[in-house]
């Protein structure tokens, strides 16, 4: 079992950046492939990000590429996702997961989630 703890959301402005974390509880958290996933209001939960156990190998969603970067600190039980030049589009809850592997984009793919982080970027 793995517990998920996010936190870093909030309000910021279209071209801000937010850095968010995800403490896991885990002490085999560096077996677990780590993703981020969002949903906006009335939407599906959608993937943003992956990173694999050693933290070698990333994926993004094209909508967050060359914006958005996640990282890992094993000795920590922790997953970041760092997010620069935010846009209104940005604006949903964020939610860590856990599981799947670095090309799983669905969210039935992991096993584990996170309670979610509300980001909201302003116009």
């Known amino acids: 079992q793995v517990q998920l703890v996010e936190s870093g959301g909030g309000l910021v402005q279209a071209g801000d950046s937010l850095r968010l974390s995800c403490a896991a509880s885990a002490r085999t958290f560096s077996n677990y492939v780590m993703g981020w996933f969002r949903q906006a209001p009335g939407k599906e939960r959608e993937f943003v990000a992956a990173?694999?156990?050693?933290?070698?190998?990333?994926n993004y969603a094209d909508s967050v590429k060359g914006r958005f970067t996640i990282s890992r600190d094993n000795a920590k039980n922790t997953v970041y996702l760092q997010m620069n030049s935010l846009k209104p589009e940005d604006t949903a809850v964020y939610y860590c997961?856990?599981?799947?592997?670095?090309?799983?984009?669905?969210?039935?793919?992991?096993?584990?989630w996170g309670q979610g982080t509300q980001v909201t970027v302003s116009s």
């Open positions: 997961a856990a599981g799947g592997t670095i090309t799983t984009i669905g969210r039935y793919g992991y096993d584990y």
């Open positions: 990173i694999s156990r050693s933290a070698s190998s990333t």
